[in-house]
């Protein structure tokens, strides 16, 4: 079986870069990444990892993105599903759609913590 950290990395990173702020509080580049793993050991893992690959630079209190990508859209469609971040049943679905990647779906109140 794969590792979460393997499988889930080329994600994360897509996800990261498509954030349209410059600077996000350590809190709320933990709540993008929990878009994926709600684990803390795996959420310190990806920090260290989007790090090392230059990714992202720690300053104090703050996530300083430094490789980003503008290629994202959000579609909002009619649906009966139930949110993939927080669980709950939702009518309208937001899907993330990223450079190679479709995340969703999310209600309305999750899709914002994407920072997109």
Request: hydrophobic letters at 35%; glycine letters at 4%; proline letters at 2%.
């Amino acid at each position: 079986m794969q590792d979460f950290q393997d499988y889930n990395r080329d994600k994360i990173f897509e996800l990261v870069k498509s954030v349209s702020k410059r600077k996000l509080k350590i809190k709320e580049f933990v709540e993008l990444i929990k878009f994926f793993t709600k684990d803390p050991e795996n959420i310190r893992k990806i920090i260290e990892d989007s790090i090392n690959q230059g990714l992202i630079k720690r300053n104090g209190s703050e996530i300083i993105i430094l490789k980003r990508n503008k290629r994202v859209r959000i579609i909002k469609e009619r649906c009966n599903d139930y949110c993939r971040r927080c669980n709950r049943k939702i009518v309208n679905c937001h899907y993330v759609m990223l450079h190679n990647l479709t995340l969703g779906p999310y209600g309305s109140e999750c899709v914002k913590k994407f920072f997109i």
